[in-house]
C-alpha cells in the first residue's frame, strides 16, 4: 500500500488469492491463531442467515473484497454488490463505507465484517448502512473487543454497551460473543505468541505446533465451562434489525 491509500499495480491480488483469503477466513485452519473466533462467527452467521425468509436477497458487503460468508447464502442471492476502498476482482465499487454511493432502501442485507475499528467515525457508516437497508432490512456485523493491534490505521475496539448506543436507530439489536471468556484467553495468548514470532520461519514453525494445541485446549477447554463467562469475549457478532 502506498503512503497516500493506493494500491499500487502489482499489490491487485488475483481472483485465486481473494477467493482462498475468504475461504480461509469461513473455514479457518487449526494454524490459524485465530480459529476459535472464527470458527464461532461462522455459526452465528449460519444461523442468522438460515432465518432471512427472502430467497432473492439484494446483499450488500461493506469491505467486500473477500467476501467470506457469501456463500452460506449463495443459492438465495439475487444482487450482490461488495464495496470496499480497496481493489479486488470481488470489488463492485471502490468507496467508503461512510458514503455509500446508491439510493435508499436497496438492500434486504448488509454484511460489515471487521471493518469498523478502521474508520474514524462508525457512526457515519451506520447511518449509511441504516438508509440502504430496505425496511426490515438486516445488518449482520462482527467487531473486534480486544486484541493485538493489526494495522497503523486501526482507531476502535468495541463492547455491548458502545454497539448498542452506534445502532440506537435500528428496531432490534441482537448482540452475540464468538466464543466465552475462556476462548478468549487462549485466542489472545496464541495471536499474541504469533506476533512475537516475528520472522516468517518462526511463524510458520509456530503455526505448526503450538498454535493448533493452543486452538484445540481452547476449544475444550470452553466446551467443559460451560461457556458462562463473557466478561473477557474478544470479538462479537451483531444482528441488527431495520
Known amino acids: 500500500m502506498s503512503s497516500d491509500g493506493f494500491q499500487a499495480m502489482d499489490e491487485f491480488p488475483t481472483l485465486k488469492e481473494v477467493t482462498q483469503q475468504g475461504r480461509d477466513r469461513l473455514l479457518p485452519s487449526l494454524t490459524n491463531p485465530n480459529w476459535l473466533v472464527l470458527r464461532e462467527r461462522r455459526i452465528i452467521f449460519k444461523r442468522w442467515l438460515a432465518q432471512l425468509p427472502s430467497n432473492q436477497l439484494e446483499v450488500l458487503d461493506v469491505g467486500g473484497r473477500i467476501q467470506p460468508y457469501r456463500s452460506l447464502i449463495e443459492h438465495r442471492i439475487h444482487r450482490y454488490v461488495a464495496l470496499d476502498v480497496r481493489v479486488t476482482p470481488l470489488v463492485n465499487a471502490v468507496a467508503r463505507g461512510e458514503y455509500i454511493p446508491v439510493g435508499n432502501a436497496k438492500f434486504d442485507l448488509v454484511i460489515c465484517t471487521q471493518v469498523l475499528e478502521y474508520v474514524v467515525q462508525p457512526s457515519l457508516i451506520f447511518a449509511e448502512i441504516h438508509r ?64 512475537f514470532a516475528r520472522y516468517p520461519a518462526a511463524r510458520f514453525i509456530y503455526r505448526r505446533t503450538v498454535a493448533p494445541l493452543m486452538n484445540l485446549t481452547g476449544a475444550l477447554a470452553e466446551a467443559i465451562s460451560g461457556r458462562r463467562n463473557q466478561q473477557f469475549a474478544v470479538n462479537y457478532s451483531v444482528l441488527a434489525r431495520k
Do not use: H, M, Q
Request: a negative charge; charged letters at 20%.
Open 132 to 195: 440502504v437497508l430496505k425496511p426490515d432490512g438486516v445488518l449482520l456485523l462482527s467487531v473486534p473487543s480486544a486484541g493485538p493491534i493489526d494495522a497503523a490505521e486501526e482507531f476502535w475496539r468495541f463492547l455491548p454497551a458502545g454497539i448498542r448506543y452506534l445502532l440506537s436507530d435500528f428496531a432490534r439489536v441482537e448482540i452475540v460473543a464468538e466464543g466465552s471468556s475462556v476462548a478468549g484467553l487462549f485466542r489472545t495468548v496464541n495471536t499474541c505468541l504469533d506476533t
